[in-house]
């Protein structure tokens, strides 16, 4: 079975490290055409080095972009449009979460948390939309979090405006039909990455290892499959929903929490 993305133009938010840069690769294995954006010019640097290392053939554009900013993204697009001509995926994946209760979270972390989850989202759409509806197999894959569906009190801004996030995807999802774009999500549990690496280094007993401080906290937290995810695992079930492969699934959402799901 053929993903189908040989030759297809695709554009990945935050793909220099951890679920985007998983996912790059895989697309790039799988023959397409990768753009990634991500905010440091050095681990975008270092990540195109590392796919290009691997797949020296592949067809590539990295670009330091921050995606809430409009200006710069519209740049990103228009960058990819001169080099690829033109767009069939995007996949919006930049971003990260905030550790925070109602208690200790200040009025301006509650905006500065709903503008990232809203516009990390909106203004990638609005800058490659109209080279999407140029395309004939046009999809749009947000990243999302099973927060959305079930909050976590210490993420709480975070979990209301995941929740918000899934809602806008359906919506949008609905909206694109006329134009052939699909939109879906993953939702995801917890995923090894850099995110965890940097609350790692914060670890209150610095003497455990990575595994241990890993495995401690799928087991406190009942992950049924007691581990954390792979960031290769979400860039798969990405890299399906964005693909042709799909292509009768819009409005949808595929869980990769390792049965964390407490939902039916
Ligand atoms: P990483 O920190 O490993 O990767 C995040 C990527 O996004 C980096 O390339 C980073 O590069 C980029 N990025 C972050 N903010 C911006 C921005 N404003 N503009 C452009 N690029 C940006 O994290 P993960 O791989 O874990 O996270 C990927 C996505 O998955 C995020 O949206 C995260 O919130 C979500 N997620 C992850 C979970 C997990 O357990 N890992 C759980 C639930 C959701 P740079 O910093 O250089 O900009």
């Given at each position: 079975m053929s993903f189908q993305l040989e030759g297809k133009k695709t554009v990945v938010t935050?793909?220099?490290?951890?679920i985007g840069l998983a996912t790059v690769e895989l697309l790039v294995a799988e023959g397409a055409l990768v753009a990634w954006c991500g905010r440091d010019e050095q681990r975008l640097n270092d990540s195109k080095a590392l796919i290009l290392s691997r797949y020296p053939n592949a067809k590539v554009l990295t670009s330091t972009c921050n995606v809430l900013d409009k200006n710069d993204v519209k740049k990103f697009a228009d960058q990819v449009q001169n080099e690829?001509?033109?767009?069939?995926i995007l996949i919006n994946n930049a971003g990260q979460g905030r550790v925070s209760n109602f208690e200790n979270t200040a009025d301006e972390d509650w905006l500065k948390e709903v503008e990232l989850k809203y516009f990390s989202v909106l203004h990638p759409i609005r800058a490659f939309l109209p080279a999407l509806q140029q395309s004939e197999c046009a999809s749009i894959t947000n990243v999302n979090s099973l927060l959305a569906l079930q909050p976590e009190p210490h993420m709480i801004a975070t979990s209301s405006a995941r929740a918000a996030l899934l809602n806008l995807t359906h919506s949008l999802a609905h909206e694109f039909s006329q134009y052939n774009i699909r939109v879906n999500s993953i939702l995801l549990g917890m995923v090894e990455s850099a995110q965890w690496k940097r609350r790692f280094a914060d670890?209150?007993?610095?003497?455990?290892?990575w595994e241990e401080w890993i495995g401690n906290i799928a087991k406190k937290r009942g992950i049924p499959m007691e581990r954390l995810g792979k960031p290769e695992e979400p860039a798969r079930a990405l890299v399906f929903l964005a693909s042709?492969?799909?292509?009768?699934?819009?409005?949808s959402a595929i869980d990769v929490s390792g049965g964390f799901n407490k939902h039916l």
């Open positions: 935050g793909g220099s490290s951890g690829f001509g033109g767009v069939d670890r209150s007993d610095q003497k455990q290892t042709p492969m799909a292509s009768y699934t819009t409005g």
